[in-house]
C-alpha cells in the first residue's frame, strides 16, 4: 500500500512558480514510477510528469517541457514538481500517483493503482 499526499498548490500569477509536493508512505516508494496528472475542470485528467524510481529518467507532456521539473527525494519519501512561467492554461487540480510495479514510463492514469487526493493549482493572467 501506498499513501500519497500533496502540498504546494496555490494562486499564483502568470509567469510565476510553484513547487508541488507529494509525501508517500509505504515500502515500495523506492521502487515505484512516480507521476504527476493534472485536471481541469470539466477536462479529463492528463499526463504532465513522471519520474522512474532512480530518478534517473524523467518525461514531460509536451506542454509542459521545459517549464516544469519533476524531481524525487527517496531518502524523503517525496517527490516534486517545480513549475516555472506558469501559465493560466496550466490551471487544474494536480495529482500524485504511483506505479508500484512499473514496466516502464506510464503515461495513463490507469497505469497507475495509487493518487493523492490532489492540489489546486490557479495561475491568474
Known amino acids: 500500500q501506498v499513501q500519497l499526499v500533496e502540498s504546494g498548490g496555490g494562486l499564483v500569477q502568470a509567469g510565476g512558480s510553484l513547487r508541488l509536493s507529494c509525501a508517500a508512505s509505504?515500502?515500495?516508494?523506492?521502487?515505484?514510477?512516480m507521476a504527476w496528472f493534472r485536471q481541469a475542470p470539466g477536462k479529463e485528467r492528463d499526463f504532465v510528469a513522471v519520474?522512474?524510481?532512480?530518478?534517473?529518467?524523467?518525461y514531460y507532456a509536451d506542454s509542459v517541457k521545459g517549464r516544469f521539473t519533476i524531481s524525487r527525494d527517496n531518502a524523503k519519501n517525496t517527490v516534486y514538481l517545480q513549475m516555472s512561467s506558469l501559465k493560466p492554461e496550466d490551471t487544474a487540480d494536480y495529482y500524485c500517483?504511483?506505479?508500484?510495479?512499473?514496466?516502464?514510463?506510464?503515461?495513463?492514469?490507469?497505469?497507475?493503482?495509487?493518487w493523492g487526493q490532489g492540489t489546486q493549482v490557479t495561475v491568474s493572467s
Open positions: 500517483a504511483a506505479d508500484t510495479t512499473p514496466r516502464g514510463i506510464g503515461t495513463r492514469p490507469y497505469e497507475y493503482e495509487y
Open positions: 509505504g515500502r515500495t516508494f523506492s521502487g515505484s514510477t
Open positions: 519520474v522512474i524510481w532512480s530518478g534517473g529518467n524523467t
